[in-house]
């Protein structure tokens, strides 16, 4: 049941360059979705976040672009910065009646910035 | 900056022992969950709390995990018999409305 996809494992840029870090969805009842950046021993930590009724939020160099008609969304990180280097997971929430704020999260991509 | 924050950080046990991990939500906070991830898979839901009782809860969180918030404080993942594949991350999430969780550090469960 992989209702949140995040098919590229791995994406390696150079330090200053753009990093697009994509992440698919299923599921039409979605309707909020974040990303979190994860370090080694560490837990997740919140990124930034979008409701489906923007295409896009901006955060300092973070931003979250949603195509819902494609149930797509991506990351931009820009400019790139070593310390940027983590696993990122995107995740989804169906924020319904009933809705207990479970997230469904992605498989995580590796994100190495190289200086 | 609060934080949400678990005990034990590493935990190794025997196959068929109770384990319980705790953790202590950010104060205000009124909605919890346990979150796991197997190494190298990605991070799962077992459980959400509020309101002293359970919300909902994945096909992963059978009879043998239980959750409480006995004291008001602590909020706790019980696993009554642990199996090897119970070897894995587990993550107390809680936020004060739904939308963004805020995540501890994680316990490492080893099931040997």
């Known amino acids: 049941d992989q209702q949140v996809k995040q098919n590229s494992p791995s994406l390696s840029v150079q330090e200053g360059r753009i990093s697009i870090l994509n992440c698919d969805y299923t599921?039409?009842?979605?309707?909020?979705f974040l990303w979190y950046k994860k370090y080694p021993a560490e837990g997740p930590t919140f990124l930034i976040s979008?409701?489906?009724?923007?295409d896009k939020n901006e955060d300092g160099r973070f931003t979250v672009f949603l195509n819902k008609s494609a149930k797509h969304l991506s990351l931009h990180i820009v400019p790139s910065q070593p310390g940027d280097s983590a696993v990122y997971f995107c995740?989804?929430?169906?924020?319904?009646?009933?809705?207990?704020?479970?997230?469904?999260f992605g498989q995580g991509t590796t994100l190495q910035v190289k200086p | 900056e609060p934080e949400v924050t678990q005990t034990p950080s590493h935990q190794v046990t025997q196959m068929g022992q109770e384990v319980i991990l705790r953790c202590v939500p950010i104060?205000?906070?009124?909605?919890f969950y346990w979150y796991r991830q197997i190494l190298g898979q990605k991070v799962e839901f077992l459980v959400s709390?509020?309101?002293?009782?359970?919300?909902?809860k994945s096909e992963i969180f059978d009879d043998q995990f239980s959750v409480e918030r006995p004291d008001g404080s602590n909020f706790t993942l019980k696993i009554r018999s642990t199996k090897l594949e119970d070897s894995a991350m587990y993550f107390c999430?809680?936020?004060?409305?739904?939308?963004?969780?805020?995540f501890g550090e994680g316990s490492r469960l080893t099931v040997l």
């Open positions: 995740a989804a929430s169906a924020t319904v009646a009933g809705n207990t704020g479970k997230l469904i």
């Open positions: 599921n039409s009842m979605f309707d909020y």
């Open positions: 979008i409701s489906s009724i923007k």
């Open positions: 104060s205000n906070h009124l909605y």
């Open positions: 709390f509020y309101n002293n009782e359970i919300s909902e």
């Open positions: 999430a809680t936020n004060r409305f739904l939308g963004e969780l805020f």
